[in-house]
């Protein structure tokens, strides 16, 4: 799907915000006023928190999908604010559009869109003020700099070393290197992202950052422009996604402001691009990317580029560019281990205990050991199941029980996600290790047996909704004490054993397909 969501910040109202070249009122404008409303409703940490990070983005027929970054979110949003967000989109838009609301899953899961479409940009909460309609939402031709490309608004921002303007930029503030957890799946590309920030020699030109939606690459490439203007504010920094980069492209095409939009990204200093493969099959953007990229390297210049696949997977991207790609240094990310989903848990507590004007929060070790297993895919859902128990229960998540938080979160959890049956977990189990699914339900109590059969239990306390004596029934008619004494004997075992907590991850996310 070609998502049209960018944003730019400039300190002016912006009414309407008409697009010159169509003649319409942006649904960017709109959404900025609703966002301005909801917020003065909401309070920060609220909209913050389930409405900051949406977007409001065009499908190829024209219809305006208000997109959130999580499942979690989405339900939220329905369930507390979405009456509301209608109400307040009705009033405010004049031409009396439909707006529709999905997860960022669902909409991408949509068919692709046209590459030429028109931009709509989500509001910068950090710029939002109670005096002026949010400027965030005003694209770069409804700007009195006309003829001048988005990427030099961005770059001229970057030049003045303003932290409030850096915002233009579409960076969000809490992804820096202090809120970044590091780990064994991430160390490396972590490193690599301070020596390019640090501005140090010897360093390799491109680095691509590669791996599935929410594996920190984002964060990362956020830190790094943060921190790169920070350590050199007369240096020419300029951030964009990928989708910023394809809509500015066209703009600029359809304008005639081409050569601004070139000597912009040129003489960048550095230039960051998130998730370029959203580029790949789209023949003149790719064209212009390479050319781009071409000039800054053979100059110099130094370019972060993330991807959700290794480069040389990308086969529907141009060869010249991917070949470009795969010349500097490709850095994997590989899915965050049981231990550091337990930290990036401990580090979210401690952020939104400050949020709330706590010292910090705490919850029971159960509790966060069950978040760390239940979500294994991708740290934004991590942070999200978090968001949802803290915002339910406050700082009274430090009582929430093992039973509590997954009675919270199970009717979120159920709507997009394969159903996992217990003789789902015992066959994959017994194939897994190499024996038969009736080993599993057998009196046979050898260790061969016994600790496999151990840890299907536990999965099927952990992935399915059964309670402890139907899964003891599944289980050769056990008592449901006994399915409880695995469950605890796998929660003990992991700690202490590698092998085991990889067979667990692996059973788990081969049961979610």
Known sequence: MTATGYGVGVRRSVGHAVDQAAGVVLPAAVWAKVCLSLKGELGDDTFGSWLGQAVVRQTGAGQLVLVTPTGIARDWVRRNAWRRTVDLWGQLDPLGRGLDLKSRVEFDAMAPAPEALTAIAPVSTGSVSSGSAPSAATPVSALPTSGVSEAALIASTADKGDVDLARAAGLQERFRFDTFVPGPANEFAYAVARRVAAWSDGHFNPVVFHGPYGFGKTHLLNAIAWEAMRVAPHRKVIYLTAERFLTSFVRAMMERSGPAFKEELRTADLLLIDDVHFIAGKQSSQEELFHTLAALTQDGRRVVFTTDRAPGDLAEMDGRLRSHLQAGLVCGIEPADRTLRLGILERKLGQLGRQQGNTALVARPEVLQFLADRFTDSVRELEGALNTLVARTGDKVANLGLDEAQAILRPHLRGGEKRITVDDIQKATAEHYGM???????????????????????????????????????????????????????????AADPVLTHDLETLTRKLRG
Do not use: C, Y
């Not at 999965?459 to 008592?479: E, M, N």
């Open 436 to 494: 038969k699914q009736t080993d599993l339900i057998s009196e046979r109590r050898n260790r061969a047996i016994a600790r496999p059969r151990q840890a299907a239990m536990w999965l099927a306390k952990q992935l399915t909704t059964r309670s402890l004596p139907d899964i003891g029934r599944r289980f050769g008619g056990r008592d449901h004490t006994t399915v409880l004494h695995a469950v605890r004997r796998i929660e003990e075992l992991k």
